[in-house]
């Protein structure tokens, strides 16, 4: 899904807020029909999903037509595009608009608005949103169609997106709430020694300023380390999926070397953190999991 996002071609724009591009040449090699493929294959693994769609964008996907006269036009990819934009959206009188007619009339008329020059400052909204729908979705149909073509591929699974397309806006587009302390606990249980040991007391130790730390992140206190990054270190995946994990995440523990400084480290495939036992201050247990957080080479850090 990372390198859908990133390195396919198939899209571009702000994080979270991505758009299709208009690339022939990445049309003639079906990579918009792949990028579908792959995300169709991703939902159905219970994967989570692509989520960085322009929430209109993905809307005008499944036929619907979202309010777009309150459109943030610092989206768009292209800055001359938004400039455009941005003139009509804030256009405030009929000289304002005889000006925007005058100026980019012609430029206006090629986005599919022909009726432009005979338009009057009534109509500002609706030519505003009709350039808009152009140039995210008419402009790129054939590249969505691609796309959708992909997904289809797999069992008609867009028509099921289409369908219950409310649903589906948390995976396609980027509408999920951040993970809260709550939340991110409940993901895991702890796989303790027996109960009167030593190891068992080391790892109520560590245990406890694992508690501080999380409570460090949900108030921010600690801006290092995030709960997506804690769960993408854990399992791979910086959301929980839709169908949720196939069993609960686990906390295990390993003894430290003297004098060594073996780092926290996880098994994505078994969801399992491993932590040090004994950690009896926060600030050490931040820093190690920071150091081993921000090292790391996997999952789409090169």
Known sequence: MADIQHSLGTLEGRPGNLFFTYDQQAFSQNKYYTAGKLVTWSIMHNGPGLRCLNSELFQLMCGHT????????????????????????????????????????????????????????????????????????????????????????????????????????????????????????????????????????????????????????????????TFEELLTFATGADAIPPLDFPHKCSIEFYDQEEGSCRLPFSSTCALVLYLPRGIAQEDELRDLLTFALKGSLGFGKV
Request: charged share 25%; aromatic share 12%; with cysteine.
């Open 66 to 225: 979202p309010e777009l006269s309150e459109f943030n036009t610092e989206l768009i990819p292209e800055p001359e595009v938004q400039e455009k934009l941005s003139k009509l959206q804030k256009c405030n009188t009929e000289a304002d608009f005889n000006e925007i007619k005058s100026n980019l009339g012609d430029w206006i008329s090629e986005c599919g608005v022909p009726s432009i020059f005979s338009s009057t400052f009534q109509d500002v909204t609706s030519v505003f949103t009709q350039i808009l729908k152009h140039y995210i979705y008419h402009r790129v149909a054939s590249m969505v169609q691609q796309f959708k073509a992909g997904m289809n591929s797999c069992n008609l699974f867009w028509e099921k997106v289409a369908t219950d397309w409310h649903e589906f806006l948390p995976i396609f587009t980027h509408t999920s709430v951040r993970l809260s302390r709550t939340v991110f606990r409940e993901l895991f249980y702890v796989k303790w020694s027996a109960e009167g040991s030593n190891r068992r007391e080391k790892e109520e130790d560590t245990m406890y300023q694992w508690e501080c730390l999380l409570m460090s992140i949900q108030e921010g206190e600690t801006t290092d380390i």
